[in-house]
């Protein structure tokens, strides 16, 4: 956790001083392009995270290890949290691009679903008392959200949208120019840095709160001092 919380510290710090300060000014939007450094890498967290998610209740599910259910509990709060400031800054975004904070776009409609799914796991495992149940009901429900993913992705192939496609693929390479590309992976390495980070001290929790009647958890020098 230590060396992951600080990475993320010094990778969005310099990330953030490149964006306003390094970054050129975009010939076609102007300054207004600058929140695409947090706007973009957020987005992409936002889906990678869910994949995760789904990945270990997926583990979970088959192989029944409490651990899986368990990282994917502690990944659902990032994940929501990355999937909200996607869409908060692209509505600061799409204003002055678009001249309004919000249009049911599909590649926007579909990441307001992948919020939805982040919310509704964590709401369905709240409102189960059983541990075991509350597992495989979020397992289930991640599993089947998991298919909104390549919606998101492919949206702006599969339908005439007013969100751009994407100016970074792997088998095209970048359209962008490499200090923007440079400062937007930098952001990007940030948020994946403070996800492990916080999804580490978040499973700890979990696990100390499930397991809290162990007596290998009373034993721990800081449930001593309680």
């Known amino acids: 956790m230590p060396w992951f919380s600080a990475a993320a510290v010094v990778l969005i710090g310099v990330g953030l001083y490149m964006s306003f300060f390094v970054a050129p000014t975009d010939y076609k939007q102007g300054e207004g392009y600058r929140i695409i450094f947090v706007h973009v890498p957020a987005a992409w967290m936002s889906m990678f995270i869910y994949v995760v998610m789904a990945l270990w209740s997926g583990i979970g599910l088959v192989f029944n290890t409490r651990l899986s259910a368990m990282m994917a509990q502690a990944l659902a709060p990032t994940g929501a949290m990355f999937t909200f400031i996607a869409l908060w800054t692209g509505a600061f975004w799409g204003k002055p691009m678009w001249g309004a904070w919000w249009v049911w776009d599909a590649r926007l409609t ?13 709401a369905l495992q709240g409102a189960i008392d059983d541990n075991r149940r509350a597992d495989r009901a979020g397992a289930i429900l991640a599993l089947v959200g998991v298919v909104n ?36 992976l930098i952001m990007t390495f940030g948020f994946w840095a403070y996800s492990i ?11 100390l709160e499930r397991d809290r009647e162990s007596t290998w958890v009373s034993q721990l020098p800081e449930m001593r001092t309680r």
């Open 110 to 122: 579909s990441e307001l679903i992948l919020l939805f799914l982040y919310i509704g796991f964590i």
């Open 149 to 184: 993913i390549p919606i998101i992705y492919y949206s702006v192939k599969w339908w005439n949208t007013l969100h751009q496609g994407a100016s970074v693929s792997i088998t095209k390479g970048s359209s962008m120019g490499e200090v923007m590309l440079i400062t937007m």
């Open 197 to 207: 980070a916080v999804a580490l001290a978040r499973v700890r929790s979990i696990i």
